[in-house]
């Protein structure tokens, strides 16, 4: 089974490809929200209880925000384990009957995490960033356009991602120019 990377910075459209390739009927592991439940799981639960002193989300995501060294700490932690969660769950998805020759792993930080060695192909999805504040405001109305800017200027930008991925989404235009894009990509890995 072909491994297929979906990354972009946020409100580039990521989650709506990786929506748009699961209605085409292709497996789609979401790589954050399944770190998420991971980390209040098993053995990995209790060695960030040991480095935090709690599992609680909130706390912990606002200390790596102030200390990289600890991010680093954390994600040497979360990484392997959601590697080998991924590759488990790419076996299963492998042995299912109605199966498509590819799953999709979708990770806003597939580059900086180095989940993109694990991948056979990497599509990055671009948007002017004016277009993605805009979408992002309306999307969750929890984001300010100025947290929304924060957490880009944290990020790669579409040209960084652009050079390192096998597939370029552009994603400045409308939901169905964006689904044409992705059945485009749908063929070719089906080829
Ligand atoms: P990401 O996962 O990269 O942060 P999303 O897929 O959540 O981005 O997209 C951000 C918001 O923009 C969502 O509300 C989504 O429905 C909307 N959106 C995405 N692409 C388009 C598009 N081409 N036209 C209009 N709205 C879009």
Redesign the pocket.
């Known amino acids: 089974m072909i491994r297929v990377g979906v990354t ?10 990786c ?1 748009i390739f699961a209605l085409l009927g292709v497996p789609v592991y979401d790589s954050d929200r399944r770190a998420r439940e991971l980390m209040q799981e098993g053995e990995l639960r209790q060695q960030i209880e040991a480095l935090f002193g709690t599992s609680d989300r909130s706390y912990i995501a606002a200390k790596v925000f102030e200390d990289k060294s600890l991010l680093a700490s954390l994600e040497a932690l979360v990484h392997p384990v959601v590697a080998k969660d991924f590759e488990a769950w790419t076996q299963k998805q492998a042995r299912r009957q109605e199966t498509t020759s590819y799953a999709v792993l ?1 990770s ?1 930080i597939l580059f900086e995490s180095g989940f993109n060695k694990l991948m056979d192909r990497v599509i990055t ?1 671009s ?1 002017p960033i004016e277009t ?1 504040l805009e ?2 405001v ?2 969750s109305g929890a984001l300010t356009r100025e947290q929304a800017r924060q957490r880009m200027a944290a990020q790669m930008t579409d040209s960084e991602r652009e050079t390192k991925a096998d597939y370029v989404i552009d ?1 400045c ?3 169905s ?2 689904a044409a894009q992705v059945e485009e990509i749908d063929k070719l890995l089906k080829q």
Do not use: H, Y
């Open positions: 972009g910075g946020i409100g580039s459209g990521k989650s709506t490809v929506e979708e806003a999805v948007a993605r979408r992002i309306t999307r994603n235009g409308t939901l120019e964006l």
